[in-house]
């Protein structure tokens, strides 16, 4: 993300401040908060090369201001230069070699071009030099997480929890990986936990109704289907689950479930994703029973 002390001083008048830092720019007379703010706006109208331009003099003007360099490598990423933002972020590093958000960057970067082993050794390098900063555990968890490597995952997690209790994002990934291992009662518990955090938390309430429908609870998973989507009635996975729910339900007593309902449900998430395979099935399902 770019420097936030400048980019409180975003223009509202867009048209009119381009026009002033144009004339301002023509006469070399811009001071660097005129370029940053320039470069957020041509950045917000996704003008990538005229937001380079303006970052890249930046650079220019504070060639010692590591930030700098931070901000230039993200528009770098935004047109898909993967190799010219990691030297952007490593410039940053040689200016402060302890700068872990700049570590974290590279790290993302190889992740991006399929290098898990050097996204592994910078992520690793920035627990070193701060290990009570929880975003590169974050990022290295969630690194372990995508390539299924729950233990080493869910070891990073505790460890972030451990710091930071409230941290639910660690929270929820842990909860699913409880989830994915059988431990549903540990799953369970981790999703009250967000939603006592976060009681508008549409994923974690899903979540919650996945381990009571497991566990053959479907009363209390349809009422926490129920209240994730009273806050999104638009989440996807949820109408799915809510429907297979239901279904389940009117499998063991027909007379209390409108099948009808669940079919509807069902439509109302083709019409959003008509590829949702999941849906498609549970229909066949439904018409076959």
Known sequence: MLE????????????????????????DTSSPDDYFNWGLIHLDNKNYDGALECFQKLTEFEPGNPRNF???????EKMDMLDSAKKSYEKALTINNDF?????????IFELQGDYHNAVGQYTKAIEIDPRDT??????????????????A???Y?????????????????????FQNGDYALALKN????????PENTDAWNDLGSVYEITNNFLQAISSYRKALKINPFHEETNYNYANAYFSLFLRNPNIVNI???????QLVLSQNPNNEKVRELLAKIKAS
């Open 4 to 27: 936030e002390n400048r980019s409180n001083a975003y223009p509202a008048g867009k048209k009119l401040t381009i026009c002033r830092r144009n004339k301002s720019i023509e006469k």
């Open 260 to 266: 009808g309902d669940i079919i509807e449900r069902l």
């Open 158 to 178: 505790e460890n972030i929890i451990e710091m930071n209790p409230k941290h639910t994002k660690a929270l929820h990934k842990l909860g699913r990986i409880h």
């Open 135 to 152: 975003e590169p555990r974050f990022c290295l968890a969630s690194l372990y997480d995508r390539h299924d490597m729950y233990d080493e």
């Open 70 to 76: 931070i901000n230039l490598g993200y528009i770098y």
């Open 191 to 198: 999703f009250q936990t967000i939603l006592k955090l976060e």
């Open 100 to 108: 872990i958000e700049a570590l974290i960057k590279i790290g993302h």
């Open 154 to 156: 869910a070891e990073e």
